[in-house]
């Protein structure tokens, strides 16, 4: 039991280093847009999937709306949205990209869209260990402006060959070692760390009207995801490690 | 000692929650499961699941003196419009409309469209 405690001190004492050790900056100074333009909807646009798990973005979409919510914004329910978007004729958001986006405050009233990109959803086996990395690319596009207001990405990478705890997290250390006994990568299930991954890229959105600290958090620290040629080769080598969190493009 | 290791490990499961998560200012219950649940078996039994939470959502926030998330009404009056009840359709999307006025254009889109949809 004491064992167990002084451990779990040492990984939360891991967790919190991991929060302070990367380069900085501040919500305001990354995304000013955020706070000029004070939108208050935002309209979840169907995911782009550039992997080649077939059902990752439907898997995916179930996991944005939550935290999207609780930064304080008013959210349109995806489930109903994107069943409307499908009967538009809107399925594949990439041709969306440079498109005016007018159209959807009109039919909407949404005040922005969140573009999101599915980057890698997979497992890599070297030798013995097997790494299953979720990544996303996260956009915020004004529809009065077109601007790009927030955009930021999250990656989660975690080692399930240990099946010690990888994740910092009870839950997904219990489903790590469940993945373990079933190591086939078919039936893996990714969507617990897809949510830590958007959990991480949603952390820096400025938080909206709903929120308590609206319009308090624009020096709040984010990790300054700005490629920086040192930090990737950094973050390179931290996927090796047992649990990493990487800030790359 | 024991009692400092407890002490020591509250203090630091404050500071990381400091860092990372937000104030919980709504009820979402166990929704992105019962949703991912329907997403990877489409079936009336998950649909149901789904709507039951749904339900369960907007009960338990009222326990709580919570306002219900935004969409839960929205997206209730959605299943309620595809089961033909345009009726309690029509009720839910006015409640969302009402608590979340950013949502009263779409609101009452899905009004006219399930007063359509009514035989």
Known sequence: MKKKTVFSVLLLCLLCTSCVTVPKTTKLSEFPLMYEEQISSILILPPMNETTAADAKEYYATTIQEPLTYSGYYVFPYPVTSEILQMEGIYDSELLMNTPLSKFREFFGADAVLFTRIKKWDMSYVVIDSNLTVSVECQLKSTSTNRVLWAYDGTVTVNLSGGGSSTGHILGDLIAKAITTAINSAMADYVPYARKANYLAISSLPYGKYHPQHTKDKQMEIIDQTPQPQEEAASESATTGESAVQASE | MIRYTFLAVVLLCTMSIGCTTTQKQYYFGEYSDTLYDFEKNRTEDTLLE??????????????????????????????????????????????????????????????RQSDKTKI
Do not use: C, T, W
Not at chain 2, 85 to 107: I, V
């Open chain 2, 50 to 111: 789904h709507k039951q939470q749904l339900e369960h959502i907007v009960a338990e926030s009222k326990d709580k003196n919570l306002n219900v998330p935004p969409g839960i009404y929205a997206e209730l009056g959605y299943i309620y419009m595809r089961q033909n009840n345009a009726k309690q359709a029509a009720e839910l999307f006015s409640k969302e409309a009402e608590l979340y006025p950013e949502s009263r254009q779409f609101m009452d889109r899905l009004i």
